[in-house]
């Protein structure tokens, strides 16, 4: 039998994001508050701990955006639609301004089986279909919180979830893979190069395309 889907407000808490004024100072050094933004979540919805930048100071008055293991962080300024879910390494993290919050009713909702619904295509689909067009996508907590949920029992959602998982688990394998492959690649290029390629010392022009290029500790900008 076919089941009436639900609102996913009716089943979650959705939270709003934090104010865009309060990131002006994220950092990759240094102690502070970590921060979940939208480069953070990968292609299978996982959150890279040991990628996330840090709000310096006190946390204080930010409690109402803390993340626990078993919410989902949705991008909802630019690339929305894009989904992850906090795991157990999570930590007194936050969420950025571009993101919303969704806290699972895990008596009602699988977070695992909400993740892998949220990222289904045609559901995104749906969620592009509320999004506020304009210099920058967006969506409203409002609009996601009348997002139409299909909503197995229970037990099958947890079902599909651990099955799904394990989906999951080999994309994460394969993508570490590439990763390590790309590099090696670049490696043996640059030795088969050898002394051809001229150095980076001498072959960059001075002035101003240097320091464009220059690493940087403080990265604002890095959204998706």
Same mark, same amino acid.
């Given at each position: 039998?076919?089941?009436?889907?639900?609102?996913?407000?009716?089943?979650?808490?959705?939270?709003?994001?934090?104010?865009?004024?309060?990131?002006?100072?994220?950092?990759?050094?240094?102690?502070?508050?970590?921060?979940?933004?939208?480069?953070?979540?990968?292609?299978?919805?996982?959150?890279? %701990?040991?990628? &996330?930048? #840090? /709000? *310096?100071?006190?946390?204080?008055? !930010?409690?109402?955006? $803390? +993340?626990?293991? @078993?919410? =989902?962080?949705?991008?909802?300024?630019?690339?929305?639609?894009?989904?992850?879910?906090?795991?157990?390494?999570?930590?007194?993290?936050?969420?950025?301004?571009?993101?919303?919050?969704?806290?699972?009713?895990?008596?009602?909702?699988?977070?695992?089986?909400?993740?892998?619904?949220?990222?289904?295509?045609?559901?995104?689909?749906?969620?592009?279909?509320?999004?506020?067009?304009?210099?920058?996508?967006?969506?409203? %907590?409002?609009? &996601?919180? #009348? /997002? *139409?949920?299909?909503?197995?029992? !229970?037990?099958?959602? $947890? +079902?599909?979830? @651990?099955? =799904?998982?394990?989906?999951?688990?080999?994309?994460?394998?394969?993508?570490?893979?590439?990763?390590?492959?790309?590099?090696?690649?670049?490696?043996?290029?640059?030795?088969?190069?050898?002394?051809?390629?001229?150095?980076?010392?001498?072959?960059?022009?001075?002035?101003?395309?240097?320091?464009?290029?220059?690493?940087?500790?403080?990265?604002?900008?890095?959204?998706?």
């Amino acid at each position: 039998m076919t089941r009436t889907p639900v609102l996913l407000g009716d089943v979650c808490e959705v939270t709003p994001s934090p104010s865009s004024d309060l990131f002006s100072e994220l950092t990759a050094d240094g102690e502070g508050t970590p921060v979940v933004t939208p480069a953070d979540i990968s292609d299978t919805r996982r959150i890279d %701990a040991q990628a &996330l930048r #840090r /709000l *310096p100071g006190d946390s204080v008055g !930010l409690e109402r955006f $803390r +993340l626990r293991p @078993g919410d =989902l962080v949705l991008v909802r300024l630019g690339r929305v639609g894009r989904v992850g879910l906090v795991g157990e390494d999570a930590r007194d993290w936050i969420y950025h301004a571009s993101c919303i919050r969704i806290r699972p009713d895990e008596e009602q909702v699988d977070p695992v089986y909400l993740s892998s619904y949220l990222a289904h295509p045609p559901v995104v689909d749906e969620l592009l279909s509320h999004v506020h067009v304009g210099t920058v996508p967006m969506l409203t %907590a409002g609009s &996601l919180k #009348r /997002l *139409p949920l299909v909503l197995p029992p !229970l037990h099958k959602q $947890r +079902l599909m979830a @651990g099955a =799904l998982g394990e989906v999951s688990l080999q994309m994460d394998v394969h993508h570490r893979m590439l990763a390590r492959l790309d590099a090696l690649r670049q490696g043996m290029f640059a030795r088969m190069l050898g002394d051809e390629f001229p150095s980076t010392a001498t072959s960059r022009p001075a002035g101003p395309l240097l320091e464009r290029r220059a690493p940087r500790t403080r990265r604002t900008n890095r959204m998706s």
